[in-house]
């Protein structure tokens, strides 16, 4: 059975301090994609980042980076310098890598961040 | 642009009636399509996995017969409620991907049922 933990149920910050969003998973897969979606107030879920587990390189993508670390199974992700327009939750997801499309995705609970101006 | 185009975005229906959500793959054919439920503040929970032609897998739990899913064509499923009750008011989200694309999502439906 997969699982994904997002401890930090809600975060509030005060707009330019970085924030790292924590997300610890369980799989006995041994191939796996992780992902982090962001979901505004409107609902859409906004894709961020899939990584795939034989890569544990970080990755940074302008004020966001990932910190995948298998052997701790985690894969934070970082915004630094946040903004306001940051504000949303933010769910990690796992799902095993399938030749046949039909993974399904799980989810953790997800983070609700609130970026105070 | 969007990829994946779920409609309707929001919908007030009366108990008893049934609601249709279509969710299309707008520029690719998706071979499978996924159905996600979220109810305020929890997380998408899957309903079901469509595949094209084929029936729908339901999630332990979910009633296959309240939530009807069909998915008759490569860029087309859709999840039609039934009898609505208040309690299926929710936020209905799908997902659709083909063999050589990532995952897309909808943006999702916000279903009220009064």
């Known amino acids: 059975a997969q699982k994904v933990t997002q401890a930090q149920t809600e975060i509030s910050v005060v707009e330019k301090e970085d924030v790292t969003l924590d997300c610890v998973y369980e799989?006995?897969?041994?191939?796996?994609?992780l992902f982090w979606y962001k979901q505004p107030p409107s609902g859409e879920l906004v894709f961020l980042i899939r990584?795939?587990?034989?890569?544990?390189q970080n990755e940074i993508s302008g004020r966001y980076s990932w910190n995948f670390q298998k052997s701790t199974s985690s894969f934070n992700f970082t915004i630094t310098a946040s903004q306001v327009v940051d504000s949303a939750v933010y769910f990690c997801a796992l799902t095993r890598i399938s030749n046949f499309g039909n993974e399904k995705l799980t989810f953790g609970t997800g983070t609700r961040l609130t970026i105070i101006p | 642009g969007a990829v994946v185009s779920q409609h309707p975005s929001r919908v007030i229906c009366k108990s008893g009636t049934s609601v249709k959500i279509e969710c299309r793959s707008l520029?690719?054919?998706?071979?499978?399509m996924f159905w996600y439920r979220q109810f305020p503040k929890q997380s998408l929970m899957l309903m079901a996995t469509?595949?094209?032609?084929?029936?729908?897998?339901?999630e332990q739990g979910v009633e296959k017969d309240k939530f009807l899913i069909n998915h008759a064509s490569l860029t087309l499923s859709t999840l039609t409620v039934t009898s609505a009750h208040p309690e299926d008011s929710s936020f209905y989200i799908c997902?659709?991907?083909?063999?050589?694309?990532?995952?897309?999502f909808g943006n999702g439906t916000r279903l009220t049922v009064t």
């Open positions: 520029d690719f054919q998706a071979t499978t």
């Open positions: 997902s659709a991907r083909s063999q050589d694309s990532p995952l897309h």
């Open positions: 799989t006995r897969d041994t191939t796996y994609y």
């Open positions: 990584r795939n587990s034989f890569d544990e």
């Open positions: 469509s595949n094209e032609g084929s029936k729908a897998t339901y």
